[in-house]
């Protein structure tokens, strides 16, 4: 049986794999055996992904002698919120788990970082395992320790840095996803070029539907140069105390907006309104003179060619959906990477030249989002 693809997060202390190829769930068992403090471990999913692979993940650790029990949570945003985390937390302990427990995480965004969080706090501190079953999860929320619940104010607003011990990516079962999961996952990908790899981007344009369509090469490339990416990134700025670690969040001071605006419901996926946010993100920089023009219509250009929500007037796929630029700004003020009342966005000099800043004009972002919301 062939090797998977291995990608090292290197903390010190704290470093992990990030293992990507097919057929890892059936491997999940041998590959974490010997990471497992005893041979127990709790599998958090929803009651989507359970009924497809839960199965299967049970039987590869029993396989390699691990007792498995299951916790379900309900797919979708909504069980990212403070009721549903303290059932989950209820259920789990109902288990009467010790600390040598460890959690595993079978699912996609919401799943990894409902489970990462509950192992932050369980017990004050499990380990635990990421297995994604979604594109944006494989690229972007499995790895960098991340984890959190959104509140009433905001997305993510709060969490914990807790890093897993383990990344199964596998990257079949991405065959099972409509494509709109799909996409909103791509975002992701292409955000790692758009940061600072113009090359990626470039061979984006090039593959991208490729990667949408189930070409198994493409699809394994582009999660390897996404983990790679995001792997160095967190490498150098674990817990973002600098602004590297931050070019991660190209675009989503906007598509947190968004999210908020919305509901963080079915109506715009997470990817979906990063896709947006970039773009807007990219037409913002080109306003400020600060990247050519050209390089914000090639953004817009792609994302919307793949099938990216590029314009608000496409989100949802509703017309009639009123925005307010006031809304959206007061949205971004509770975004947690706001300081002193001042927001803070990601922008670019370019494709491949990104930056944080937190000197943009209100007057001018204003103008942007008007003329957004008139497109």
Known sequence: MSSPRTIRVDLAGRAYDIAIGPGLIDRAGELARPLLAAPRVTIVSDDTVAPLYG???AASFAKAGVESRTVTVPAGESSKDFASFARLMNELLDLRPDRKTTLVALG???VGDLTGFAAAVLLRGVDFIQVPTTLLAQVDSSVGGKTGINTRHGKNLVGAFYQPRLVL???TVLDSLPRRELLAGYAEVA???LIDDPEFFAWCEKNGEAVLAGDAAARTY???QSCLSKARIVAADERE????RALLNLGHTFGHALEAETGFGGTLLHGEAVGA???MAFDLSARLGLCPPEDAERVRRHLGAVGLPVRLRTIGGDN???WDAAKLIEHMRGDKKAEGGKLTFVLARGIGRSYVTRDVDEAGLRDLLDDAIAA
Do not use: F, N, P, Q
């Open 108 to 110: 996609g965004g919401v």
């Open 241 to 244: 105390t600098t602004d590297l």
């Open 222 to 224: 582009a999660i390897e």
């Open 277 to 279: 946010g970039m773009a």
């Open 320 to 322: 009639s959906r009123t």
């Open 191 to 193: 955000k790692y070029g």
């Open 169 to 171: 990516a596998d990257t």
């Open 55 to 57: 199965a299967r993940l």
